[in-house]
């Protein structure tokens, strides 16, 4: 089975950096996803990682280590649209399965 | 279509009653997922969807819930004798095969059972 955590809340402020972390637990792998959603929204795509490295794109980018089963998404340049939920979600190798985290919901100040 | 299309986009029907919630995905996308999501909370696996067949749907939660993509591309979920727990948002994706890289979520269709 598959157990992904990351962190509940997280608060920021506008033009700074934030790194939020996912950790899963997986009995195969085959892929980590970043999705964004805003409140009563669908959750956006952001990035999508299998190999060990660092993927950017533009202000988001994100990192995996599989043998550490961690993955993070980094936020630079924060903006008050930013504020949202993270989620962050691993595919099973074997059934192609999507599953979620129950996602970081971060608020970003002026 | 441009991108992943739920109908309807809100429902609200009775305890008992029978629901069907309707996904159209992006032309040519092989994989369809069916998720269910309450508030505070990340997206539920319920059911996926190679071409016509459900590949995986072991997160059905129980066989009041079935879902069917008879001809590989539109897929409907039904709920029989709803229950008020059952009142969340139906979130439904679509990639262009199984082990795509990106996967498209529609706007979701929210249930509400009074």
């Known amino acids: 089975g598959q157990n992904i955590d990351q962190p509940t809340e997280m608060t920021a402020t506008e033009g700074a950096i934030v790194q939020i972390n996912c950790t899963y637990q997986?009995?195969?792998?085959?892929?980590l996803f970043w999705y964004q959603q805003h409140a009563g929204e669908a959750p956006t795509f952001l990035s999508y990682?299998?190999?060990?490295g660092l993927e950017e794109k533009g202000r988001f980018s994100s990192f995996l280590s599989r043998s550490k089963g961690y993955s993070y998404l980094l936020l630079k340049e924060l903006q008050m649209k930013d504020s949202a939920s993270y989620l962050c979600?691993?595919?099973?190798?074997?059934?192609?399965?999507?599953?979620f985290g129950t996602g970081t919901r971060l608020q970003v100040f002026p | 279509g441009a991108g992943v299309s739920q109908t309807p986009s809100n429902k609200v029907t009775e305890k008992g009653k029978y629901v069907e919630l309707r996904c159209d995905p992006i032309?040519?996308?092989?994989?369809l997922y069916w998720y269910r999501q309450s508030l505070g909370q990340g997206p539920e696996f319920l059911i996926y969807?190679?071409?016509?067949?459900?590949?995986?749907d072991s997160g059905l939660p129980n066989d009041r819930f079935f879902a069917v993509r008879p001809e590989g591309s539109v897929s409907t979920l039904k709920i029989q004798r709803t229950e008020r727990g059952d009142s969340a948002v139906y979130l439904c994706?679509?990639?262009?095969?199984?082990?795509?890289?990106?996967?498209?979520f529609g706007e979701g269709s929210w249930l509400t059972v009074v």
């Open positions: 994706a679509s990639s262009l095969t199984g082990s795509g890289n990106t996967i498209y």
């Open positions: 997986t009995s195969g792998f085959n892929g």
């Open positions: 990682n299998v190999l060990d």
């Open positions: 979600a691993v595919r099973e190798r074997n059934t192609d399965k999507l599953i």
């Open positions: 032309s040519g996308h092989t994989a």
């Open positions: 969807f190679q071409g016509t067949g459900a590949a995986d």
